[in-house]
């Protein structure tokens, strides 16, 4: 990429990015659909647990459909899951491609889905609850700051706001595991169980939930990690960066650098872990805050690299 593109805070609002946005949400909002009713029914069939544990005759019955709805969670479900986060990795890889300029990696991401397709799911994209509102500006503030330096910075808000994030969400995953583990011993005791009806009664119904508790905790970690791996790299090119104009050899290092940075974006983003809306949506304001502190850091130096070199001219 050597020639200039549009600036990514103008480009970024544009109809058609907006678009790709929309239709990335309403395919993202599938996958969360479906990991809240699985989340559900996981639940309500752990809580079942509570009753068999002091009603003997719903002990079995509740058993036989903990253990069904696990055997159907990781046949059915968990592949489900896997395909809608492959989709809407991809459709917010089309976005991310063309608001930065970068070429698109087939071998990575496969084929870029139809306009058709994209239309259709932009027209599910439901506005309410400040959705809308949340599409606009979707990176950082990157005003001021050269190309390609800004796709850094939008990079490294994507990877450092997701990661923490995760990281959130993990503790909060374990935490409840570990209380429901212990907890099965406290019933357990209350309950005058054995310790083969304590894993029945209570364990086996809730084996979904458990399970989803430990898989999602792992992922979320190994995904955060994953990302926090890149951090420290984009973040050094971005406290080295150099005045413009660059050297056509390092500009389109650092163009090269940023696409091998989305590679590990777009694998991320295919993983079906995910956070729940209402848990994101909790930390966005004091996490964009944190963000745009870092963007305009990053303007502020190089208006003083401006400053230094008017001065020596």
């Not at 087939?106 to 959705?131: D, K």
């Not at 970690?221 to 413009?244: C, F, G, K, L, W």
């Amino acid at each position: 990429m050597t020639s200039p593109r549009s600036p990514i805070s103008q480009r970024q609002n544009d109809p058609d990015m907006r678009t790709l946005l929309r239709a990335a949400f309403a395919a993202h909002a599938r996958g969360q659909r479906l990991e809240t009713l699985r989340i559900g029914v996981s639940l309500i069939s752990a809580a079942a647990g509570l009753l068999a544990a002091f009603v003997t005759s719903t002990a079995t019955s509740v058993t036989i459909v903990g253990a069904l709805w696990a055997v159907g969670y990781a046949a059915a479900i968990s592949p489900w899951t896997k395909r809608l986060a492959r989709r809407s990795a991809t459709i917010q890889e089309m976005f991310d491609v063309d608001l930065f300029g970068l070429p698109w990696n087939h071998t990575a991401a496969g084929a870029q889905l139809a306009p058709f397709e994209i239309s259709q799911l932009a027209r599910r994209f439901t506005p309410g609850r400040r959705r809308e509102e949340q599409l606009r500006d979707w990176y950082v503030d990157t005003r001021g700051v050269p190309q390609p330096y800004d796709i850094l910075l939008c990079q490294q808000q994507n990877l450092g706001w997701d990661a923490r994030l995760r990281r959130r969400w993990s503790w909060l995953l374990l935490g409840a595991v570990v209380t429901w583990t212990l907890l099965g011993l406290l019933i357990g005791s209350l309950a005058s169980l054995t310790v083969t009806e304590t894993a029945t009664r209570w364990y086996l119904p809730a084996l979904a939930a458990l399970l989803y508790g430990i898989e999602s905790y792992r992922a979320q970690r190994d995904i955060a990690a994953e990302r926090e791996r890149i951090i420290p790299m984009v973040q050094t090119e971005i406290d080295h960066a150099q005045r413009p104009p660059l050297p056509p050899a390092e500009h389109q290092r650092l163009v090269q650098l940023a696409r091998e940075v989305q590679d590990i974006i777009l694998a991320t983003r295919k993983q079906p872990a995910r956070v729940p809306q209402w848990f994101y949506a909790h930390f966005r304001d004091a996490d964009e805050q944190d963000f745009q502190a870092n963007a305009e850091r990053l303007r502020n130096t190089f208006a003083e690299m401006e400053c230094g070199h008017d001065e020596t001219t």
